[in-house]
């Protein structure tokens, strides 16, 4: 059964910074994309941050470009998200995703339940 766990949210000041953990089981995802979305209240889901194992290749949306920076941990079977420079625009709800075809940005076949993510002003 595959799970991908979401930890590391919480509550913190504009400019400070918060590491999101996703630890993934179930299944070998050396081949798989990795990604970080996330949801305000009231607005769509956002691409993020993505990873592709295959192409060592990343992705940022410009909203987070130059403050975020996604790794992973094969030997943890853990994907991050470190975000520095916060802003009262970050928060929303943090949501790990895993695709399968590993050369492109989805589609997404399995979800985490999510983490808050608050940044206060």
């Known amino acids: 059964q595959v799970q991908l766990v979401e930890s590391g949210g919480g509550l913190v000041q504009a400019g400070g910074s918060l590491r999101l953990s996703c630890a993934y089981s179930g299944r070998t995802f050396s081949n798989y994309a990795m990604g970080w979305f996330r949801q305000a209240t009231g607005k769509e889901r956002e691409f993020v941050s993505g990873?592709?194992?295959?192409?060592?290749?990343?992705y940022y949306a410009d909203s987070v470009k130059g403050r975020f920076t996604i790794s992973r941990d094969s030997t943890r079977n853990t994907v991050y998200l470190q975000m520095n420079s916060l802003k009262p625009e970050d928060t929303a709800v943090y949501y790990c995703?895993?695709?399968?075809?590993?050369?492109?940005?989805?589609?997404?076949?399995?979800w985490g339940q999510g983490t808050q993510v608050t940044v206060s002003s």
């Open positions: 995703a895993a695709g399968r075809k590993g050369t492109t940005w989805g589609p997404w076949d399995y």
């Open positions: 990873l592709s194992w295959i192409f060592g290749r990343t």
